[in-house]
C-alpha cells in the first residue's frame, strides 16, 4: 500500500546548521507531497507543497523538491534557528478517489543556540 | 480568520467509559478530517465529510467509534466503550474542498485523551 518513510529523530542541530530531513513515498500514480510542521501543544501546518515531479517547495527557508525517479522528497534549510525546533512530518496526497493523505511518523528537530 | 476549533484539549477517561469530541472547522471549509496521532507517529485518518457526508471511513474502528457532522457544519467524534490503545491525540483538519491536488487541510490543536 501507499507509504511515507522518515528519518527517524530526534535531529539536534546547533542555530545556523544545515538541515536534512529524508524523506521516501511509496505511491501508485502521482501523489501531491507535502511537509508539515508541529510546534509544542499546536496542530499541523503545512509548510511547504509540491504537485508534480521536479517541483520545488518553499516557505520560511525551507525547500523540498519532488523526485520522482527516487521517490523522495527531502526537507533543507540552509541556516536553521532555535525557532525552528518542532516535529516535521512528511505526506502524500493520492490525487484519485478519496483524495486521502498519508503521513510519515515525523521527525523531531531539536536546535540549540 | 479563526481556525480550527477543537474541545476539550485534554482528556482523561477510564477504560470502558464513553468519550466525545467536537470540532468547528474553518467557516466556509466543505472538507472535514478526523484523525488519531498515537505517540511518536504520524496521524491516520478516521473519517473524512464532504459537507455532512462520509467520503471515507475505512480506517474507523466502527464498532467502538462513531461520527456525525450535522448540517455540513461541526462534528463530533465518540468513543464507546474506550480501550487502553485508543490513547492518543485526536486532530480535527477542515479543507474548503476535499478533491484536487491543490487542497490544503487546516489543523486544529487536537485532543489529548489519555484512557486509564
Known amino acids: 500500500g501507499d507509504s511515507v518513510t522518515q528519518m527517524e529523530g530526534p535531529v539536534t542541530l546547533s542555530e545556523e546548521a544545515f538541515l536534512t530531513i529524508n524523506c521516501t513515498y511509496t505511491a501508485t500514480g502521482y501523489p501531491s507531497l507535502f511537509w508539515y510542521v508541529q510546534y509544542p501543544g499546536e496542530g499541523l501546518q503545512l509548510l511547504l507543497k509540491?504537485?508534480?515531479?521536479?517541483d520545488k517547495g518553499s516557505n520560511k527557508g525551507f525547500e523540498a523538491t519532488y523526485r520522482k525517479e527516487t521517490t523522495s522528497f527531502h526537507l533543507e534549510k540552509g541556516s536553521v534557528q532555535v525557532s525552528d525546533s518542532a516535529v516535521y512530518f512528511c505526506?502524500?496526497?493520492?490525487?484519485?478517489?478519496?483524495?486521502?493523505?498519508?503521513f510519515g511518523a515525523g521527525t523531531r528537530l531539536f536546535v540549540k543556540a | 480568520e479563526a481556525g480550527v476549533a477543537q474541545s476539550p484539549r485534554y482528556k482523561i477517561i477510564e477504560k470502558r467509559q464513553s468519550v466525545a469530541f467536537w470540532c468547528n472547522p474553518i467557516s466556509g471549509h466543505a472538507t472535514l478530517y478526523w484523525y488519531q496521532q498515537i505517540l511518536g507517529q504520524g496521524p491516520k485518518l478516521l473519517i473524512q465529510?464532504?459537507?455532512?457526508?462520509?467520503?471515507?471511513d475505512s480506517q474507523l474502528p466502527k464498532d467502538r467509534f462513531s461520527a456525525e457532522r450535522l448540517k455540513g457544519v461541526d462534528s463530533t467524534l465518540k468513543i464507546q466503550p474506550a480501550k487502553l490503545e485508543d490513547s492518543a491525540v485526536y486532530l480535527c483538519?477542515?479543507?474548503?474542498?476535499?478533491?484536487?491536488?491543490?487542497?490544503?487541510?487546516?489543523f486544529g490543536a487536537g485532543t489529548r485523551l489519555s484512557v486509564l
Open positions: 509540491a504537485t508534480k515531479a521536479d
Open positions: 483538519a477542515s479543507s474548503l474542498i476535499g478533491l484536487g491536488p491543490e487542497n490544503i487541510q487546516y
Open positions: 465529510f464532504q459537507n455532512n457526508g462520509v467520503v471515507d
Open positions: 505526506a502524500l496526497r493520492k490525487n484519485t478517489g478519496g483524495f486521502k493523505t498519508i
